[in-house]
């Protein structure tokens, strides 16, 4: 079993990349990617420990995704740990850990999902799909600085 690891530096302060996370206004624009609209009515992201979270995206093709998760660890600006689902009828698993460590010119950012039962092919592509949210991220940041 591997874990999901995706790192991502940012030329963005580290307290900037943590409110990318954090922020409705800010995840609501990149979680997803620029293809997917994530209502700022259909987000409710509660950050502290035990909180929930919810977000529904719209998808081009008109269907949605519901996810729903909880966060395990909050730490700004170093570490923010979550579970997500988008099933919450099942439990969600192991925590999402994502770690922010200051770097030269900015911010590196790692995130860490437990594999679980995942075939490499299926961690290839939850890899490239974060990927696509971080571009889309990228931008986010941009906007901020």
Do not use: C
Not at 47 to 70: F, S
Not at 102 to 119: K, N, R, Y
């Amino acid at each position: 079993m591997s874990d999901v690891v995706v790192t991502r530096t940012f030329t963005a302060p580290r307290e900037l990349v943590f409110e990318a996370w954090t922020k409705p206004e800010h995840f609501s624009v990149w979680f997803g990617t620029d293809a997917v609209d994530v209502p700022l009515d259909k987000l409710d992201l509660d950050v502290r420990v035990g909180g929930a979270w919810k977000a529904t995206m719209q998808l081009p093709d008109g269907n949605q995704i519901d996810w729903v998760g909880e966060y395990t660890e909050v730490d700004p600006p170093e570490r923010l740990a979550f579970t997500m689902t988008d099933d919450p009828a099942n439990p969600a698993g192991d925590p999402i850990v994502v770690v922010f460590a200051e770097v030269a010119g900015g911010t590196e950012m790692t995130l860490t999902q437990p594999g679980g039962d995942f075939t490499q092919e299926q961690i290839d592509a939850t890899i490239m799909g974060y990927n696509g949210f971080f571009d889309s991220m990228e931008k986010v940041l941009a906007a901020q600085s």
